[in-house]
């Protein structure tokens, strides 16, 4: 990131007509003087790109030279986990043997898939400590709103769906509106000093109406709901589940299990603590996990194993159906499988003692240049805001622009939204001691820079590709579309 | 800053009664907390509200935003300029970027609510 190149022209600016990357053989038919005459040649686009090979071979290149990605330093962004993504797991997902595996190919030619499915599914239940499990969901989200679904056809099962869902203030933004797609009312539970849920806003909210409590363990302010089990029991004392957010797992794996904290339903994101692609470079896979209560309400297929033949069950009376076509994201799952593999049951367990490490690494160097609105003590993440450097009129906005003049990614800003002009730090267990310490660095600059000379953070960045963008602007009047 | 005539709730919307109607909008407070106002989702008229559900949503460029009903009513009429200048909000909170009008059912909600002297004081606590 940040070379200093031209600022590149857009493919369409650079178009000369007449020029191709491409140049087809003469035909030897007689007659037959140009292969793509007819339907294959396409005269209706208007304005279509012609460039040579080498200016489209340079164009891409020198985008792909302002990029910014995890080969390239470190992506602190709370709650999204960007860890770096070995290498191993792409040589894995990339042999033949499973890329070209055909999608409707008879179960007897693809016993060899189903087996490492199933072997990710075991693994995954015995670092979560639940029952039963789906490898299907494609992404976070869409975890979230199958495991909600299947709280709601266990409730309707049992002859009333309820009304409400509690969800605590300092959720992942996905969860009220998991909750709402799947017809649930949210109701807001608010944290108390300390970061956490209230144990007697949760007792005087939980009623026989309410189907689920929703929690994010450790919360988006990277602390550890401590009463976990009693939150657990007041949820169960009514009737209510139990789900478990596994978006921060990355901080418990290995040392700690939801299903042990009487968890009912959690989802994993595989692209968050199982280091496959995030983001752009996803996709993203969110397996979904349960306790036996929850288990004949799994999406379909299910894999079964009987005397070593894998079977992929559709025949679930009460399944709540399929959720995605064919069965799930094979090619991340055994990205997810190539890492737990490789790391085995003490590697799990000191990959989230380091992201905990690493965390309050940051924390600890940052501590008094930046505000900690809670000073609970945090696992793989930490949330300061921009209150000391408000007073110079610097916001979180311009300190994360003037990371960028330093080659860092900023972190998550203005999430949770319980703290007002939030910082929200995930270095994940990748970074090392020098990356850290790059990053912190920078964080220590741009705070005396702050003091002493606050416009150069508000004009911020200054070195990048591109200056400050115009978002409001960008927001309110998208331009998505060349034209001439 | 905050005007005398305004009633104003915890989730930082204001209220301005006029005879059995309220004009109901956001708080400075909460709209430099939001920053820059990018869309505001309003409701039809005729929608009959509860105290403290859901009216409208206001989306800024960093987040999604719901906004209470402070009291229980029924819409009469929402602020058609938002829709094209929705900066409104940013620009004039207490005045021409009004949301919506409330036919109010119960005027003894509004005893919930705070004066601007209260107000003031709650937001002091919350700096802290």
Known sequence: MMINVIREPLIFEISSPGKTAFKVPEPDVPGQKDVLAGVALRE???????????????????????????????????????????????????????????????????????????????LLLEITGMEAITLQPAAGAHGELTGMMMIRACHEAQGHPRKYVLIPDSAHGTNPSSAHICGYTVKE?????????????????????????????????GVFESDICQIADIVHSKGGFLYMDGANMNALAGITRPGDMKVDVMHLNLHKTFSTPHGGGGPGSGPVAVTKILEPFLPVPVIEEKDSF?????????SIGRVRSFYGQFLVALKALAYILTLGPEGIK????????NSNYIRKNLEGLYDLKYDAPTLHECVFSDKHQREYGVTNLDISKRLLDYGLHPPTMSFPLIVHGALMIEPTETESRRDLDLFIEAMKAIAREAKENPELL??????????????????????????? | MYPENLYYSQDHEWLKVEGEEAILGITDFAQKQLGDIIYVDLPDSGKAVEAHQTLATVESVKSVSDIYSPVTGEVVQVNQD???????????????????????????????????ADYEKYLEGLEK
């Open chain 1, 44 to 122: 209706d686009i208007d304005g279509f790109p012609e460039v040579s090979e080498t200016e489209i071979s340079r164009h891409f290149t020198r985008l792909s030279q302002t990029n910014y990605c995890v080969d390239f330093g470190i992506y602190p962004l709370g709650s999204c986990t960007m860890k770096y993504n070995p290498k191993i797991n792409e040589k894995i997902a990339s042999l033949p043997g499973f890329t070209q595996t055909h999608p409707l190919a008879p179960e007897g030619l693809v016993q060899g898939n189903l087996e490492l499915m199933k072997l990710l599914e075991n």
């Open chain 1, 189 to 221: 539970i608010k944290s108390n000093d300390h970061g956490t849920i209230s144990l007697e806003d949760l007792a005087r909210l939980m009623d026989e109406e309410v189907a689920a409590l929703m929690l994010t363990n450790p919360n988006t302010l």
């Open chain 1, 310 to 318: 894998y079977h992929l069950n559709y025949q679930r009376p009460r």
């Open chain 1, 350 to 357: 000191e990959m989230a003692e380091i992201a905990v490490l």
């Open chain 1, 458 to 484: 508000k004009t911020a960045p200054h070195v990048t590709y591109v200056r400050r963008l115009d978002e409001v602007q960008a927001a309110r009047n998208p331009i998505l579309r060349w034209e001439k």
């Open chain 2, 82 to 116: 938002l829709a094209q200048t929705p900066e409104l909000i940013n620009s004039d909170p207490h005045g021409q970027g009004w949301i919506l009008r409330l036919k109010l059912k119960d005027k003894s909600e509004l005893n919930n609510l705070m004066k601007a």
